[in-house]
């Protein structure tokens, strides 16, 4: 009997939910499809390593990843002590406003105590302590070198019914039947093919390109280090400069080093052009702090960073379908909210699937409910990532958009450069801006009447200062 088979026949005897891709957004799909199904499975293309590890489906595992503080309570609400095991697991609790250092060219940003206290550890560990979870419920079942194929419906073509796999070690084909099946494939889902070979029209996409190029190594954190930060980050004072770089404390001593470079500028891969990279930052805080650092890593390199929104919340989907994760939002992962808008895609399809079997035993409706509440609750998270980048698309930015920058562009773009420079001298800004970063709070703060105020008091300081 093949693996599917057996499947098969364990998931015959009660509802049964299924995720394509065991990347966060898969992990924690699967975790809330436990609150609803009798089984579960997550079907992931990769041989997925009995250990901690990076694996080829998920790239972007060896570069740093940033937890926010929004992600970091949902996590902690889907898995009670998962911060505390991580910490147990060597990851460094950090306050993200008096344990990092931000500096812009010579400036710092204000520093003091915070709620944003979130671990600092690899995306490995992090992925690895959540599989390590849901490996101990014994309604869910990982069926790994198996990569879906496509989605199989009733005769009607109205409702998914399952999905045709691909044992990517024996080359065999097979079905498994769900009643749900979600997509959190990533950035590279096939969904819209899938639709399309079904005859259903495929999402329309918006995107917003800022041409951002990664570049990470990962070092030995030197044991007596004469430093105050746990993090350490040299911005780039956009839209004159490109160039940024992180330097973040990690498990197992020691430092992953992210250097950034937006339109196109980007890090070089080779050792001595890295490290000139990192000098030619505004500051030269981070290149000291690693130049002498012991590298324990190859120097891996990222680029397919643009935003891409696909609009399901536009279409009529088959029934029992959903998609979530990087599938819809793929984000610029500068601004580190990948993994925090993949929980938060988590809690609303558990909030969507309990409103539904609180008032019907099946799932007619659910799809379209689900992406139209998944599209409203990240719509401020791609608003974030979106109206910061397009301080880098040039005023007719045909490669990306195809249209001229209208006036919200150009006034967004004015009031982030006044907001950057009134940062630094106001903790009191500093502390909502993150509050913001961290999605315990919603963007709109930074235009409510304290915010404003304080911006606009700065710049009539300025007028004054110019006119004498
Ligand atoms: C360079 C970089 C840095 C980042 N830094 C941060 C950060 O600091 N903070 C943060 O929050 N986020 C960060 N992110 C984003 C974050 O990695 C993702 O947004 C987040 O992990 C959610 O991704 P996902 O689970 O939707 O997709 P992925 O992590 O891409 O997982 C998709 C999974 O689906 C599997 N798969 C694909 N197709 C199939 C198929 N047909 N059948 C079966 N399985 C399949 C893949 O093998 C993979 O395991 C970063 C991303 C990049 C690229």
Redesign the pocket.
């Known amino acids: 009997m093949s693996k599917f088979e057996k499947r098969q026949q364990a998931v015959s005897n009660g509802s049964h939910g299924l995720v394509?891709?065991?990347?966060?957004?898969?992990l924690l799909a699967a975790r809330v499809l436990l609150n609803h199904f009798a089984f579960v499975t997550v079907?992931?293309?990769?041989s997925l390593p009995g250990k901690l590890g990076a694996?080829s489906?998920?790239?972007?595992t060896v570069?740093?990843?940033?937890?926010?503080k929004r992600?970091n309570n949902i996590l902690e609400q889907l898995f009670p002590g998962l911060e505390a095991e991580l910490v147990g697991a060597g990851a460094i609790l950090t306050d993200q406003i008096s344990d990092t250092l931000t500096l812009i060219q010579g400036d710092a940003f204000p520093r003091c105590a915070s709620d944003l206290i979130v671990p600092s550890c690899s995306?490995s560990l992090l992925e690895w302590s959540i599989r390590s979870r849901l490996l101990k419920c014994d309604r869910l079942q990982f069926l790994d070198a198996?990569?879906?194929?496509k989605l199989l419906t009733d005769e009607t073509k109205s409702r998914i019914t399952g999905v045709q796999l691909l044992d990517r070690d024996t080359l065999q084909l097979g079905e498994l039947t769900a009643d749900l099946v979600v997509d959190?494939?990533?950035?590279?889902?096939?969904a819209p093919k899938w639709l399309e070979e079904l005859s259903y029209p495929t999402p329309a996409e918006t995107k917003v390109n800022a041409f951002l190029g990664?570049t990470t190594r990962w070092y030995d954190r030197p044991q007596h280090l004469d430093a105050d930060w746990k993090t350490l980050l040299v911005m780039s004072k956009s839209p004159r400069e490109s160039r940024s770089g992180v330097l973040a404390a990690m498990e197992g001593n020691r430092w992953v080093l992210s250097l950034y470079g937006f339109n196109r500028d980007y890090p070089p891969t080779d050792e001595e052009g890295f490290l000139e990279f990192a000098r030619s930052l505004s500051n030269l805080a981070l290149y000291k702090a690693v130049k002498d650092a012991k590298p324990v890593s190859p120097i891996y390199s990222?680029r397919?960073?643009e935003n891409r929104l696909r609009h399901y919340e536009k279409l009529k989907l088959p029934e029992g379908f959903a998609v979530?994760?990087?599938?819809v939002f793929?984000?610029n992962?500068f601004y580190?909210?990948?993994?925090?808008?993949?929980a938060i895609g988590a809690i609303e399809l558990d909030r969507c699937l309990d409103r539904q079997f609180r008032s019907r035993t099946d799932l007619t409706g659910l799809s379209d409910r689900f992406q139209q509440q998944l599209a409203q609750s990240l719509q401020a998270a791609w608003m974030m990532a979106t109206n910061r980048d397009r301080v880098w698309l040039s005023p007719v930015d045909a490669t990306t958009t195809g249209k001229k920058l209208n006036w919200i562009d150009r006034l967004s773009k004015q009031y982030w450069q006044e907001v950057e420079a009134l940062l630094k001298s106001s903790p009191e800004s500093y502390r909502s801006l993150m509050e913001i970063r961290h999605m315990v709070k919603t963007p709109t703060a930074m235009f409510n009447l304290k915010f404003a105020s304080n911006v606009a008091k700065q710049v009539w300081n300025r007028k004054i200062a110019n006119y004498k």
């Not at 570069?63 to 926010?68: A, I, T």
């Not at 198996?146 to 194929?149: G, L, M, R, S």
């Not at 979530?324 to 599938?327: I, L, R």
């Open positions: 394509i891709g065991s990347g966060i957004a898969g079907v992931e293309r990769d694996r489906g998920v790239p972007q570069h740093s990843h940033g937890l926010l992600g995306r198996t990569q879906v194929k959190a494939s990533g950035r590279q889902s096939h990664y990222f397919n960073t979530m994760g990087d599938a793929a984000l992962p580190g909210q990948g993994m925090t808008t993949a």
